[in-house]
């Protein structure tokens, strides 16, 4: 009767050199495929969880990839997007789309979502949007009749044959369009309201409300001086007496824009008593 091969019945335990050599060879491959399903499976659920992103980085056609910097999709955002699109720039449609999943398109101030006429733009999903953000009008057709269809049944926008169609403040939604009202709100505090000249203080502003990420800009009156001048908290140095004025100028992530201003009074240096 003849003997099963030794590698199945061996204890690991007493394993020869070879035998170790060849398992170890063996395994090495085995883990780097589990980390690598491990990745995929971690960044597909990244992905879910954080939605897809469509930003256009240059003004063109909606079809056009190049007008397109999308995270967890394929540019240009089509049928098969879930999650929003940021209209930075011109963007015109040069044929009709339909989107069936959840999406946001925020057109930004100075953006432009155009129609170059009779094209339709769909987002069938009840929970889709478009916040149109600015004074400005920012959704336009060129010629012909466009439409603008959110949810199903949707609640449809004509696009008529203008220059100017729709303008924001606005959200237009499957029930209608709403007021999209300017929520940024900013608090500025200083860490000394009375400082020597020559000395400093630090400046930091508080926001809430708004759309994420923020930019910053402190001025700063004369006789101070500001290091650095783009960021949350600065440090303000006085060089001269008096009450010194500080502004800032927040700006959220969509062209919203608000500041406040804040008040230090610079005090001569005592002298000091022989």
Known sequence: MHSLPRLIFTNPARLDRTEKRFWQAFALPVKFLQASVFLFFLTMLSYSALGQQCVSVAAGNWSTAGSWSCTGATAPPGVAFTGTIVVKH?????????????????????GTLGFSGNQDLTLSNNASRINLYGANAIVSTNTG????IIGSPGFTYDLPNSATALAGPQTLTNGGSIALVNSLSVTASASSTAVCVGGAASL???VSGGTAPYSYTWVAPAGTTLSPTSTSVVSATISTTGVKTFTV???????YTNSTTLAITGNATPLLAR
């Not at 963007?91 to 101030?109: D, E, H, R, W």
């Not at 009749?145 to 603008?148: E, P, R, T, Y």
């Open 204 to 206: 930091s502003v508080v």
């Open 249 to 255: 100028l927040v700006a959220d992530n969509v062209g």
């Open 145 to 148: 009749n466009s439409n603008i």
């Open 90 to 110: 011109n963007i015109t449609f040069n044929a009709s789309l339909t989107i069936p999943g959840s999406t946001t398109i925020n057109v930004l101030n100075g």
